[in-house]
């Protein structure tokens, strides 16, 4: 595979290539080394792996079971007393 990486100090009106990556498919990339690179916002590379996930499921339907019934829990007021109580 042949690979060029060529710094610059000033760029060319032209740059010449190598004739093996001639009328070929390749990838070019132009970036100016005198400003600081951008990192990539945290919440947007989130929204890309969230979208990578969405519909990657391949199974069976998933389906939700039973939840059951809500546990009755004591009041605030019951609980706040037994605190005041220990303190």
Do not use: C, H
């Not at 009106?13 to 093996?20: A, C, G, K, L, V």
């Amino acid at each position: 595979m042949d690979v060029v990486r060529q710094i610059y100090e000033s760029l060319p009106e032209t740059i010449q290539m190598p004739d093996s990556l001639k009328n070929r498919p390749v990838e070019v990339i132009l970036a100016p080394l005198d400003e600081a690179p951008v990192k990539p916002d945290k919440k947007r590379k989130k929204q890309k792996l969230s979208y990578e996930f969405l519909g990657a499921w391949k199974g069976e339907p998933l389906s939700r079971s039973e939840q059951g019934e809500f546990e009755t829990r004591e009041s605030l007021e019951n609980s706040l007393r037994v605190l005041s109580f220990l303190f």
